[in-house]
């Protein structure tokens, strides 16, 4: 009897692997991030460009932010393993392509990929499917959350050494989380070794949005309620400033979407920008 195929990466994940794939193949050059692999992944329909979802106007500020929040995470890996910083932790994985679009920089890296066991397992097997293979230094790492599993626990069950510094990197999580699983977490990152950095995204409370973004910041709150995974948490740059220093971390940065659209688009002819609301704690041990 053949076994069920593993689940699929989420909507989410799903939506960001294309919205990527979408910006190389839509938007202008340069592109702030060439990133084909997880739509390869993916492989979906030949008419998945025409998904309502998909539509080129109506979603570039959402591609836009999805391209510069990997691009802005990348960079700081990248500087991390000029530092000597060879550990890189990615809670709530998803379709991350670092490893297969980076063999370079994934040379220096230990990476661990953390995410449910289902779509860790669809992953593997298209990795294997297309060729990619799971290197020696990529490891999948598997962890419950549903059934509070520990994802501390499975990080070092694969190998990782909270002895040395690393960084660890959450995209696009801490909205679906409560604030106390979010303050947990910062807990349990501000124990790693001297040296290592915390990259965690949130979603600033409506008020703090630009006004013309709050629309569509609105569509993606019902659409992921009807998808089963509310959005439960917003928060104000001081707020997630204030739990991450009570979490005991040495420094700890405020990041604006705003500064990420300078940083990767000012200079564009084609006027792309991503949408604001989504912001960046950057934290240091």
Not at 96 to 120: H, K
Not at 168 to 185: F, K, N, P
């Amino acid at each position: 009897m053949t076994a069920p195929a593993a689940p699929a990466p989420d909507n989410t994940a799903e939506r960001c692997a294309l919205w990527r794939a979408m910006h190389v193949q839509v938007d202008d050059a340069p592109h702030v991030l060439e990133d084909e692999v997880g739509l390869r992944l993916l492989d979906p329909a030949p008419d998945w460009r025409e998904r309502p979802d998909m539509e080129p106007t109506a979603t570039r500020g959402f591609r836009a932010a999805m391209v510069s929040r990997a691009r802005f995470v990348e960079d700081l890996v990248e500087r991390a393993s000029e530092r000597g910083v060879d550990q890189y932790v990615i809670l709530g994985a998803g379709l991350d392509t670092l490893a297969q679009r980076r063999p370079d920089l994934a040379a220096r890296l230990d990476i661990y990929e953390v995410d449910q066991p289902g779509p860790q397992s669809w992953k593997r097997a298209r990795l294997e499917a297309l060729d990619y293979g799971v290197p020696p230094r990529l490891h999948l790492v598997p962890v419950d959350f549903e059934a509070k599993e520990s994802w501390w626990d499975g990080l070092t069950a694969a190998g990782f050494d909270p002895r040395r510094p690393a960084v660890v990197v959450s995209t696009g999580v801490a909205m679906y989380l409560t604030r106390e699983a979010t303050a947990a977490t910062l807990e349990q990152t501000a124990e790693l070794a001297p040296g290592s950095t915390l990259a965690l995204s949130f979603i600033l409370p409506p008020e703090l949005i630009d006004a013309a973004d709050r629309s569509g910041m609105e569509t993606s709150k019902k659409g992921a309620s009807a998808a089963g995974t509310p959005f439960r948490s917003f928060y104000a740059p001081e707020d997630m400033l204030a739990l991450a220093r009570g979490a005991g971390f040495g420094t700890a940065e405020h990041v604006p979407g705003t500064e990420l659209a300078t940083r990767y688009f000012s200079a564009r002819a084609d006027a792309l920008r991503p949408s604001s609301g989504e912001d960046f704690l950057v934290a240091t041990t």
